[in-house]
């Protein structure tokens, strides 16, 4: 890995937060794990590459749904755990089918969530479910 990238502080888990913005909006896309193998990927590649808590292993944002996103710009913060990667994004980032994973608002008066904005694209369809 880039030497520059050595002082970034992983958790216990070796796990890193990553906060995906869209590069041209400022759009806050996702939130993902990154490990130090899927930021190799991604430094590599110009492709975000996550890792999947669940699955226990690397992906490639869009493998399935062809929804990519090429990488602009790293950022860490402060304390230097956390990441904010700019992307170009093709297609929505969402697998729920929704350009941004934040689509649901909450109404503080009544404490319900709202869905805010129209899906981008079936999920059955591309994910064949």
């Given at each position: ?5 050595d002082?970034l ?33 991604t ?24 929804h990519?996103?090429?990488?602009r710009s ?17 297609g929505?980032?969402?697998?729920e089918?929704?350009?941004?994973c ?10 319900d ?5 129209d899906r981008v ?9």
């Amino acid at each position: 890995m880039d030497p520059s990238l050595d002082d970034l502080k992983f958790d216990q888990h070796g796990l890193i937060p990553a906060i995906i913005q869209d590069a041209g909006s400022h759009q806050v896309l996702m939130m993902a794990w990154m490990n130090r193998d899927s930021l190799a990927r991604t430094l590599k590649t110009g492709k975000t590459h996550f890792y999947s808590r669940s699955r226990k292993k690397l992906w490639l944002k869009g493998e399935s749904s062809g929804h990519t996103q090429t990488v602009r710009s790293i950022r860490k913060d402060c304390d230097q755990d956390v990441l904010l990667i700019e992307v170009d994004q093709i297609g929505a980032a969402c697998h729920e089918g929704y350009a941004s994973c934040f689509f649901r608002q909450l109404n503080q008066a009544d404490g319900d969530w709202k869905v805010l904005g129209d899906r981008v694209f079936d999920p059955a369809q591309v994910y064949q479910k």
